[in-house]
């Protein structure tokens, strides 16, 4: 299993980030997938997960509304699109085949500051 996320950065609160997991070594449209998340000094934090064909989501209460977790089987990508970002979003996002973020990639950067 090879996940590689993409596209965190430095953002403004308020502004948005697209980031990207680019998924090999398994059969990617049989499997659910999930964002999970880090920031300094907490605990890994599950933040959404999309059933294998996309058609079921789910988000946690700190960033239901906000973000939107999608996928793509044809090109083995899963997404997360951030609106509305707060400082409290600081973290490394990291993609992965189960909610707890036992098997992720290495991660992305998130920075929301002014």
């Known amino acids: 299993v090879q996940l590689v996320e993409s596209g965190g950065g430095l953002v403004q609160p308020g502004g948005s980030l697209r980031l990207s997991c680019a998924a090999s070594?398994?059969?990617?449209?049989?499997?659910?997938l999930y964002w999970v998340r880090q920031a300094p000094g907490k605990r890994l934090e599950w933040v959404s997960g999309?059933?294998?064909?996309?058609?079921?989501?789910n988000y946690a209460d700190s960033v239901k509304g906000r973000f939107t977790i999608a996928r793509d089987n044809a090109k083995n990508t899963l997404y997360l699109q951030m609106n509305s970002l707060i400082p409290e979003d600081t973290a490394v996002y990291y993609c992965?085949?189960?909610?707890?973020?036992?098997?992720r990639g290495q991660g992305t950067q998130v920075t929301v500051s002014s």
């Open positions: 992965a085949t189960d909610p707890t973020g036992q098997s």
């Open positions: 070594g398994f059969v990617f449209s049989a499997y659910s």
């Open positions: 999309i059933n294998y064909r996309g058609s079921t989501t």
